[in-house]
């Protein structure tokens, strides 16, 4: 646990270290700073992984004093004999490639661009694996030229950006678990976690979201499932849910707007163990390209879906042709109207619940973060939406979490479960808004889920208790009895509390109540009076 916190801090440490050489050369708190950092700490990440897995792979290079020396004198056969045997997860470089040569080179002339064409090159070598795709089938490769975002004294910047990198190593936390990456990478793009430039998710959803999704979707053992998030921002909930069902036993399919969360993702993805899942990362949009299809053609089904979509958002320009006859059944209950004041307002959260609706396999299963007003509203997409859920018996459950569960919206959520597989009922309706403990978040108030609250949530829907006050477990009929309403609050036991008191006491109130109504009127009637004569007054001047 011990040396776990120590390699936690040094790895942090090296964060701080880039982004100190980034502010020294004008990119502090620059909006290319992040690409930087990304890239640099990915670079730094797949140096090591390939120096780690070539130790593994071969003992008597394991044992060499300076192995990337002995790994430049393998003949050019054996060293591609090699490559070919690392695991599936380990970026192929080259000797040229290590951050031991560019350390060795830095003083050489032009050494920016030995820099970036290193990068370039490792990019290319990996694209095939490494790359991500957009809708129109581009690759989106590893890296780019990152020294073109510097105006002045590039080389300098290169060499501070290598001599920061030679000094640590990750060789002694690969065997670290998801945790520890969740923690890593969270601290790596805090600076850079807002939407931006992006128009689909939040980049990162607070972990005890994303950890009551992934644990209340996934019972049991399962493998060999597809796990899909349609609009999947840097993949929080992704990694969490492949990390409840085992990395190597689901693969991940993905699909967001913004190029810059897909690929914070693709670096969630290589941290985590899913290299295997990054040809599956798409950048595009899901409501009007859809990319995951079958082999006939048709849009693929897929067995866990998580999503947290963003919930209002213009979408105007495109609304038309969603609605089209093609997506009648995607798209079953309607788009939304495009306001004339608010375009921004319009609900987009809705296309993409229906769109996980359609996208479940026959015994899929769903986690989607939605507003609470969803689960009551009486008219509308919302109402339409409900309905299908219970005549085509695809609910599992709703978790009304607490108010400013996330620090960037005011807006209170819900989880909304779906299961195709949840036919007889038996569906739990939770009101968990008053839990948790408010701190506060920059300029933002928060509210933070306590470890056991987190574990009473989930005990308690995965094991359809009914607890007073706080769940219910309901069936289809009750639902529809209740006009499709999915509030907990709505089907708890109105408890009515009965006080005896003699007719005498009973007399005495009713005559202090009936005094208090008269001397209400009365106080009314002056006040009637004196608006009365104060407004004669002003039409009289």
């Known amino acids: ?56 792979t071969d003992p008597k290079l394991a044992k060499a004093e300076k192995i990337e020396e002995a790994l430049k004198a393998l003949k ?71 020294s073109k975002y510097v105006t002045d004294k590039r080389d300098d910047f290169c060499k501070a950006i290598i001599n920061k990198l030679v000094n640590f190593s ?77 990395e190597d036993k689901c693969t991940i399919y993905s699909q967001d707007i913004s190029q810059k969360s897909s690929n914070l993702l693709r670096l969630n993805l290589i941290l985590n163990n899913l290299v295997h899942s990054i040809p599956n990362v798409v950048k595009g949009n899901t409501l009007l390209d859809p990319y995951h299809k079958d082999k006939k053609g048709r849009l693929q089904k897929f067995d866990f879906v998580v999503s947290n979509p963003p919930f209002k958002l213009d979408f ?50 769903a986690a989607i973060v939605v507003p609470t007003g969803f689960i009551t509203a009486q008219s509308g997409i919302e109402r339409k939406i409900r309905e299908r859920l219970v005549e085509h018996k695809m609910l599992r459950g709703v978790i009304s979490m607490p108010s400013n569960i996330f620090a960037t919206t005011g807006t209170n959520v819900s989880i909304l479960f779906l299961d195709k597989a949840n036919t007889k009922g038996d569906i739990v309706l939770m009101d968990a808004s008053k839990l948790g403990e408010t701190i506060k978040e920059g300029k933002n108030q928060k509210t933070v889920l306590r470890h056991e609250e987190e574990e009473h949530i989930i005990t308690t829907f995965n094991e359809h208790k009914a607890v007073e006050d706080f769940s219910v477990v ?8 209740k006009n499709y309403s999915l509030s907990a609050g709505q089907y708890f036991e109105v408890k009515v509390n009965y006080n005896s008191i003699t007719p005498m006491e009973f ?28 407004l004669a007054e002003l039409i009289n001047e």
Do not use: W
């Not at 309901?474 to 009895?481: L, T």
């Not at 007399?507 to 009365?532: C, M």
């Open 316 to 365: 105007s320009d495109y609304s038309a042709q969603l609605n089209t006859k093609e997506n009648h059944d995607r798209f079953f209950a309607g788009v939304p109207n495009i306001p004339k004041a608010k375009k921004e307002s319009m609900a987009i959260y809705l296309m993409f619940v229906q769109h996980i609706m359609h996208a479940l396999s026959d015994s899929g299963k």
């Open 474 to 481: 309901v069936s289809y009929e009750q639902i529809k009895e």
């Open 76 to 146: 050019p056969d054996d060293y591609e004999m090699l490559t070919l045997q690392l695991n599936e997860n380990t970026a192929h470089l080259k000797p040229a490639h290590f951050i031991s040569t560019l350390f060795a080179r830095q003083n050489e002339p032009k050494f920016a661009d030995i820099f970036d064409n290193t990068l370039l090159d490792i990019a290319k070598e990996n694209s095939d694996i490494f790359s991500v795709v957009t809708e129109g089938g581009e690759k989106i490769t590893l890296f780019e030229n990152i």
């Open 507 to 534: 007399n005495d109130r009713v005559i202090q109540y009936s005094n208090s109504i008269d001397k209400l009127f009365k106080e009314a009637k002056v006040l009637e009076n004196r608006i009365k004569a104060n």
């Open 1 to 56: 646990m011990t040396k776990t916190i120590e390699f936690e801090k040094k790895t942090k440490e090296l964060i701080d270290n880039l982004k100190s050489v980034c502010a020294n050369y004008g990119l502090g708190n620059d909006g290319n700073e992040f690409k930087i950092i990304t890239q640099v700490f990915l670079y730094k990440f797949l140096n090591d992984k390939f120096i780690h897995e070539v130790k593994r």
């Open 170 to 246: 990750f060789e002694n936390i690969f065997h670290e678990k998801f945790d520890f990456y969740a923690t890593i990478f969270e601290y790596l793009i805090k600076d850079y976690n807002t939407n931006s430039g992006g128009k689909y998710a939040e980049y990162f959803t607070p972990h005890a979201v994303a950890k009551i999704m992934a644990r209340c979707l996934v019972q049991g053992k399962v493998k060999n499932v597809t796990c899909y998030d349609p609009s999947a921002g840097s993949g929080t909930l992704l990694m969490n849910l492949a990390h409840e069902i085992g």
